[in-house]
Each structure stands twice: as structure tokens, then as C-alpha cells.
């Protein structure tokens, strides 16, 4: 099976894959053989590894995966699949549009936020978080995105989906994992300045300006970031305006560098360095994969995605 070079993966965006449904989710139990192309989307995605073989590619390399490795993605970062041999992956993906207000807790969770937001946007991960849970709290994890598959198939309330979606995210944090298990509460002063960051990312934040608007020193500011976050303001900023910028190249036809000033960085040369920086990809490259119909894309199990749909995980 050919797989697209790496300089141009397809996208996947979230108009085309999640269906008018109550909310924005989609969810598959696909069996992989042989490669499955690079992609990246404008959504969060979330994957468990079941039985088989195979190598997951990233933008930092690619390693091995087996029973139990869960792999999370933000907005904007890119992953593949090669070598598989029955590979099995559930994929649970959640959209980044204005329906995700019922999902809410998946930002004021401690643990759902270390797994979801703060550990992929880590120094050095690119918006990829590769964990591995117990095997049998992945396989309960991965028989829960098959229920919610199924859910998402028939009519079914939004009440029961988001309490699968819980279900299956709570089998992924209720055991030790490199990731904390019950991260500490963050403070007030970090959560502000965290909601100034989210609901402006263009503004020309600088961590003195953050650290006046919650009256802290910068110095102190920048440590209470690192210790709830993992990185500084500034970094925490980056991840954000790339995961916008993704969206806008992707949705839009915006220039590259009318896209760079909409999300806070003006100089045009800036904003691709620091685009290839945290993606992996040039922003015109990343753009590049818009043009190669989108629409038939989706991710793992989406209609024309390689990987042969199961009824039911194995067990």
C-alpha cells in the first residue's frame, strides 16, 4: 500500500467526518494491515491499541505499538500507521467547534486535562502523547469505543454519549500511567490566565502582561505554568496559535501569511519557523494536503481510510 510522503499529509477536517448529531464525535474498531497514510486533522483524536502489530509515525519518529499503548493528538498535529499485520485500533475522535460546550469537562477534569491538553502539548511532543495503560484497562477502553460506535449509529440522546465518552476516557486515567494520576488542583491565577491564552491567542500576550492581569511576579507565574502545565506561558501560547493556525489553513483560503497575523504572529518567516517547529511541517506544506479531497478522508474507519471495520474488538 503506497502511503503519501510525509511533507504532504492528508487532513482530515472536522466538517467532513463528524455527522450532524448531537454533538461532534466519532468513534471506530478498524483492523489495519500494511501502512495507513500520515494524516493530521483539526480535531483532538484519541487511539487504543489492541491486538496485532504495527509502528506509529509521528513528527518526533516512530516506535513500535502493542495492547495497551494509547495514543492522544491535539488540533494540528500529524500521525501514521506503518508494518501493520492485524493491527487492531479504536479511535475515538472529538470536534473543536462551537457543539463541544456538553464536553466542557474535558477541560476542567484534572485528569482529563493532563491526558487530553497538557501532556501532549508538552516541550517536544508536538501534540502527540504516546502512553501505554494496563492491557486490561485498555481493552475495556476499547470494547467502550465500540459501544460508543454503535451509539453514534443508532439515536441515541447526548446524555449516553457523553457518558461513554467518560467511560472510555475514565478506563485510560483510573490506572498508573506515566502521566500523573491524580494531578494536584491548579490554581485560581493559572486558570485565569490559561482562559485569557484560550480566548485570545492573537492578542500580543508577553508573560509580563499575563503575570500584571492575575497581579503575580513573571518569574513566579512561569513556575506555577510549569509545575500544572509542564512548560511556560509563552510555549503554552505557541501550541495554541499552531492548533488555530491548523484550522485556518486547512478551512480557509487565507494566505499563509494573512493566517500567521490572524493568530499573532505577523512576520511571516516567524510564523513558518515556529509552524515547523511544534508540527513538523511547513504551514505550506500542512496546507497542501487540503487539496487532495478532503472529503473522501477520514480518520481510522472513516468511509474510503484503509483498515477493515470490526463488529465487535477482540478479546
Not at 439515536?155 to 457523553?162: G, K, Y
Not at 479531497?293 to 471495520?309: K, N, Q, T
Request: glycine content about 8%.
Amino acid at each position: 500500500m503506497a502511503r503519501r510522503p510525509v511533507d504532504s499529509p492528508a487532513t482530515y477536517r472536522q466538517h467532513d467526518v463528524f455527522g450532524p448529531g448531537p454533538m461532534p464525535l466519532f468513534a471506530s474498531v478498524v483492523r489495519l494491515d500494511g501502512d495507513l497514510e500520515d494524516h493530521a486533522h483539526d480535531f483532538l483524536e484519541i487511539a487504543v491499541v489492541g491486538e496485532g502489530t504495527g509502528r506509529h509515525r509521528t513528527a518526533t519518529g516512530s516506535a513500535s505499538v502493542q495492547v495497551g499503548d494509547v495514543l492522544v493528538l491535539r488540533p494540528g498535529a500529524w500521525h501514521g500507521f506503518t508494518d501493520c499485520s492485524e493491527l487492531q485500533v479504536a479511535n475515538c475522535c472529538v470536534g473543536t467547534s462551537d457543539r463541544v460546550a456538553d464536553l466542557s469537562f474535558l477541560h476542567v477534569v484534572p485528569e482529563l486535562r493532563e491526558l487530553l491538553w497538557t501532556a501532549p502539548a508538552a516541550a517536544g511532543r508536538k501534540g502527540v502523547l504516546s502512553t501505554r495503560v494496563a492491557p486490561e484497562a485498555a481493552m475495556l477502553a476499547y470494547a467502550e469505543i465500540g459501544r460508543l460506535t454503535a451509539a453514534l449509529h443508532g439515536d441515541v440522546n447526548r446524555v449516553l454519549l457523553m457518558a461513554r465518552l467518560l467511560t472510555v476516557l475514565g478506563h485510560l486515567v483510573g490506572t498508573p500511567t506515566p502521566f500523573r494520576p491524580a494531578p494536584e488542583p491548579r490554581p485560581a491565577v493559572v486558570d485565569a490566565v490559561v482562559r485569557a491564552l484560550d480566548n485570545e491567542p492573537e492578542y500580543p500576550w508577553t508573560v509580563e502582561r499575563l503575570a500584571g492581569m492575575v497581579n503575580l511576579d513573571p518569574a513566579y507565574l512561569s513556575r506555577l505554568f510549569r509545575h500544572h502545565l509542564g512548560q511556560p506561558p509563552i510555549s503554552y501560547l505557541a501550541r495554541l496559535r499552531i492548533e488555530r493556525a491548523s484550522v485556518l489553513l486547512a478551512g480557509t483560503t487565507l494566505r499563509v501569511a494573512q493566517v500567521g497575523a490572524a493568530v499573532g504572529w505577523p512576520d511571516p518567516n516567524y510564523f513558518a519557523r515556529r509552524f515547523r517547529a511544534l508540527s513538523g511541517l511547513s504551514p505550506t506544506a500542512y496546507r497542501s494536503r487540503c487539496l487532495v479531497s478532503p472529503s473522501s478522508e477520514g480518520p481510522v474507519g472513516a468511509p474510503g481510510v484503509p483498515g477493515r471495520l470490526l463488529a465487535q474488538p477482540n478479546r
